[in-house]
């Protein structure tokens, strides 16, 4: 019997664990099937020695967490970040499996990380890291066992390097190890822009779903990176009037709308929004609690807490980014009605969409054009939006619990029919 898993130890993991023991009681599942659809299937550490342009020799800790492979092959980003962690790994992965069940993919969920600050790193020393990761991983990695894909902090060169590197040991060029890759290398039309486009597709919904007029609406955005910088692009061809955004150094704001494009081209020079002459400064904690229509979590895990969830001031929450909202938060959000929660494992998962839409394009080498791409990628949040807001209706049940339900009774149903070997 599986009593503890210590090595997971982070606040990531027990949030996780946290929302899936809640629905677990919500679809009385079986105490017999809880661990072995709650705990991840395999995690890989290693250390990673590379020699630095100085001649000097580091070594930096290396993560791969794959929940599990009862649907497919696993399926998650890797990130570079200083803070990263095999608890993070393993709660970012946890989130991925029912994020790719709710969708309908034939995938598990997995997440890597490398514990390094990429901006202190040239782009050899990164290519370096890279390759040495790939290597290491490569007996627990390949187009039908565990694909990677960009994160926070990698992009689509990490993957083409991840992808030579991978192809270089098989002896044959392998576009479908890795997706999030360049156009060239067997990349997808659509892919960088998916999951903020997905957010965009999705806000839409929901002010459909509420009744507000998405043409009058107002948001804030919490991180500019990829993600949150095509999801204000997204929100303002739908109308709405993006008045705050912020990344790690800080935020603007501008209760006329900011104007997206020079902010698009201060940040290019600048490498952060900070500073942009057209806002006024604000802070990250301040844009949570500003009053506007649509608040877009784009940053970090566990943003939205119980000291600051009472204080929002938001028609909608769009979780751009993965558990960026407690548990705590969620039973106070969950007593505010007035408040529409997008959650994460939907709202972001257009990233995951075309990332599997790269893959069969990969091994079919057949490759389908941008407008082919997000129109089956808006057809399949469409239904997942409509069975998530369905089953909440029905069920009387935060959007949350009822997009955890669906995911993790897929899983689980998926396990129970296979059984256990030998």
Not at 130 to 142: A, D, H, K, N, V
Not at 147 to 157: I, S
Not at 168 to 191: E, F, Y
Not at 251 to 267: M, P, R, T
Request: glycine share 10%.
């Amino acid at each position: 019997m599986l009593r503890r898993m210590d090595i997971y130890d982070h606040p990531s993991f027990r949030m996780a664990c946290q929302q899936f023991d809640l629905v677990a009681d919500h679809l009385q599942m079986p105490e017999s099937e809880r661990a072995r659809v709650k705990y991840p299937k395999r995690a890989v550490t290693v250390a990673l020695p590379i020699h630095r342009d100085d001649g000097s020799v580091q070594v930096f800790p290396g993560y791969r967490v794959q929940h599990h492979l009862a649907l497919g092959p696993t399926k998650g980003g890797l990130r570079f970040h200083p803070d990263v962690t095999l608890g993070e790994v393993a709660a970012l992965a946890m989130w991925m499996s029912w994020k790719c069940a709710l969708m309908g993919l034939p995938y598990g969920g997995a997440k890597g990380g490398i514990a390094c600050d990429p901006a202190q790193l040239s782009q050899a020393e990164l290519e370096r890291l890279t390759r040495r990761y790939t290597q290491e991983m490569i007996p627990f990695i390949g187009p039908q066992i565990d694909v990677m894909a960009p994160d926070l902090g990698t992009n689509e060169q990490v993957m083409a390097w991840m992808m030579d590197s991978y192809s270089v040991h098989i002896g044959a060029a392998v576009p479908s190890i890795v997706t999030g890759k360049p156009v060239a290398l067997g990349g997808s039309q659509g892919r960088r822009e998916a999951t903020g486009r997905g957010v965009g597709y999705l806000v839409n919904r929901a002010t459909d779903t509420i009744g507000l007029d998405i043409s009058k609406a107002t948001a804030a955005i919490q991180g500019f990176g990829n993600v949150g910088s095509v999801a204000a692009l997204s929100l303002a061809r739908y109308g709405v009037k993006v008045v705050a955004v912020s990344d790690v150094f800080g935020g603007v704001y501008n209760a006329n709308g900011l104007d997206l494009w020079g902010l698009e081209k201060h940040v290019a020079a600048q490498k952060t929004v900070v500073g942009f002459s057209e806002a006024e400064p604000i802070t990250n904690e301040q844009l949570l609690v500003l009053p506007c229509s649509i608040l877009v979590p784009a940053a970090l895990e566990r943003q939205i807490t119980a000291a600051n969830a009472g204080q929002i001031q938001c028609r909608i929450i769009a979780e751009a980014a993965n558990g960026p909202t407690t548990p705590e938060a969620d039973e106070i959000l969950n007593q505010r009605p007035e408040i529409f929660v997008i959650p994460d494992i939907l709202c972001n998962a257009g990233g995951v969409v075309v990332s599997y839409f790269e893959w069969v394009q990969d091994l079919q080498s057949f490759f389908w054009g941008e407008t082919e791409v997000v129109d089956k990628l808006f057809r399949l949040l469409e239904s997942a939006f409509t069975r998530v807001v369905s089953l909440s209706r029905k069920q009387k049940i935060p959007m949350r619990k009822a997009a955890l339900a669906l995911g993790v009774e897929r899983v689980q149903k998926a396990k129970r029919i296979r059984g256990l070997f030998p």
